[in-house]
């Protein structure tokens, strides 16, 4: 399989190179030059045992022409040990938990697939850099899956100030070969950085760098992998084909890697592309103008996001048709307030605690009245102040995040400027 950049069909990387690069030369994400299709009947037959299972044969369709049979199975034996449930709230309400990997986020299946299959294609005399920016859960999760992989350091951009107590320990507690970097500045401020220094040619040819973010194809494609395991699920349950599906969204790789399932052949009503107040693409979907702006903050800050990145892939993998993006996609954006309702409605009236982002997949279906399921992206433990403030309680910590508490930090504060980053990355 080879793979060409959204700003250029003609020129092809091998699995390695795209991986490596993470951003394409010319700016660009990496797409996959042909999208396999899928055996459903296959899918639900996988889906009665684990999720590894049905995450090894869909890996198989893309990469078994670059890694082997054994290697992918290393990988997702792995990756995934643990459950993604199909988890039926109450009256016609489902959502897709996502968060029960170690780090209790979503990013915990893309991260941890990156990090092995990066060590398997990694030979002995490479010497390569992560470099990633995060709003909150990708440097927890890039973090854990890169831990301990030899030859390999990761160095992750943070802003200082908004992300969440734990989140921070998640990331800057770990050492080793993790090389947390505090920025004075917004999300948007490190996702520059990076991409800047991934434009710098000259830097490029010095440091062997890529990322960890979205961007990174192995990081992406992987997020396809539970969209067929939930729709497996959701069709056991329901008995129905073709369900509505909410993803709360804020650089838009999950809801790419949704639409790159579909194309694979999976059934889906629609999506909805649920935002918080950094609306860009629901705005996009309605103007048919995309416009980014500085990101603001929110309680949902893993989606504070005014420039994101995978607009391109979504473009590519509808062949830049608006209108049948538009017919597939809808749009929905809500404000912090709206964000402490949902999250005590469900609690209230099903005896559900969602984190902030859940609650606007929760908000989302709610207004589409959707026949289908949210995606839950993140478990509500990492958002402690916010649960506070909307049920005025607090619950108890899983014993995989307490952990994490009372642990020295270690981090770097740094300007957001770019050659101060590349000065840093030099020493790693």
């Known amino acids: 399989m080879k793979y060409y950049s959204t700003r250029d069909h003609a020129a092809r990387y091998t699995l390695k190179q795209a991986a490596f690069m993470g951003l394409a030369p010319d700016g660009g994400l990496f797409m996959p030059e042909r999208i396999p299709t899928v055996d459903k009947d296959r899918v639900l037959e996988l889906s009665e045992g684990s999720f590894a299972d049905l995450a090894e044969y869909i890996a198989g369709l893309f990469f078994g022409e670059d890694l082997s049979s054994q290697q992918?199975?290393?990988?997702?034996?792995?990756?995934?040990?643990?459950?993604?449930?199909?988890?039926?709230?109450?009256?016609?309400?489902?959502?897709?938990e996502l968060f029960h990997g170690p780090t209790f986020a979503f990013k915990d299946v893309g991260a941890g697939f990156m990090g092995r299959a990066l060590g398997e294609l990694n030979e002995k005399d490479d010497d390569l850099v992560i470099l990633t920016a995060t709003s909150g859960d990708t440097g927890s999760a890039v973090a854990n899956g890169f831990y301990g992989i030899e030859g390999i350091r990761v160095v992750v951009l943070y802003p200082e100030g908004?992300?969440?107590?734990?989140?921070?320990?998640?990331?800057?507690?770990?050492?080793?070969?993790?090389?947390?970097?505090?920025?004075?500045?917004?999300?948007?401020?490190?996702?520059?950085?990076?991409?800047?220094?991934?434009?710098?040619?000259?830097?490029?040819?010095?440091?062997?760098?890529?990322?960890?973010?979205?961007?990174?194809?192995l990081r992406w494609m992987p997020q396809s992998f539970y969209y067929f395991y939930a729709w497996a699920q959701w069709k056991k349950t329901t008995g129905e084909d073709d369900?509505?599906?909410?993803?709360?969204?804020?650089?838009?790789?999950?809801?790419?890697?949704?639409?790159?399932?579909?194309?694979?052949?999976?059934?889906?009503?629609?999506?909805?592309?649920?935002?918080?107040?950094?609306?860009?693409?629901?705005?996009?979907?309605?103007?048919?103008?995309?416009?980014?702006?500085?990101?603001?903050?929110?309680?949902?800050?893993?989606?504070?996001?005014?420039?994101?990145?995978?607009?391109?892939?979504?473009?590519?993998?509808?062949?830049?048709?608006?209108?049948?993006?538009?017919?597939?996609?809808?749009?929905?954006?809500?404000?912090?307030?709206?964000?402490?309702?949902?999250?005590?409605?469900?609690?209230?009236?099903?005896?559900?605690?969602?984190?902030?982002?859940?609650?606007?997949?929760?908000?989302?279906?709610?207004?589409?009245?959707?026949?289908?399921?949210?995606?839950?992206?993140?478990?509500?433990?990492?958002?402690?102040n916010v649960i506070r403030e909307a049920l005025g309680r607090d619950f108890d910590l899983p014993e995989g995040l307490r952990k994490f508490l009372g642990k020295e930090k270690h981090f770097t504060p740094i300007d957001p400027d770019t050659a101060a980053v590349e000065e840093f990355v030099r020493g790693v």
């Not at 993803?247 to 909805?272: D, T």
């Open 72 to 96: 992918i199975r290393r990988i997702v034996e792995g990756a995934y040990r643990f459950p993604v449930p199909l988890r039926h709230i109450g009256d016609d309400k489902y959502t897709l």
């Open 162 to 217: 908004k992300v969440s107590d734990l989140q921070e320990s998640q990331m800057t507690t770990l050492g080793g070969n993790i090389h947390p970097l505090k920025v004075r500045g917004t999300f948007d401020d490190c996702q520059r950085i990076v991409k800047e220094i991934f434009s710098d040619a000259a830097f490029r040819r010095e440091k062997a760098v890529t990322s960890a973010n979205s961007i990174n194809l």
């Open 243 to 384: 369900p509505d599906i909410v993803v709360p969204s804020g650089n838009y790789g999950n809801l790419s890697a949704g639409m790159l399932a579909a194309r694979m052949g999976m059934p889906v009503g629609r999506f909805v592309a649920a935002s918080n107040a950094n609306d860009i693409i629901p705005k996009y979907l309605e103007t048919g103008v995309f416009e980014p702006r500085a990101s603001v903050m929110t309680l949902a800050n893993a989606m504070d996001v005014g420039n994101p990145s995978n607009y391109e892939r979504i473009l590519d993998l509808y062949g830049g048709d608006f209108t049948a993006l538009t017919a597939g996609v809808k749009g929905y954006r809500c404000g912090d307030e709206a964000i402490l309702e949902a999250i005590r409605e469900l609690y209230e009236r099903y005896g559900y605690v969602s984190d902030p982002h859940s609650a606007v997949g929760y908000n989302a279906a709610k207004a589409y009245q959707v026949r289908g399921f949210w995606l839950s992206t993140a478990h509500r433990a990492k958002f402690s």
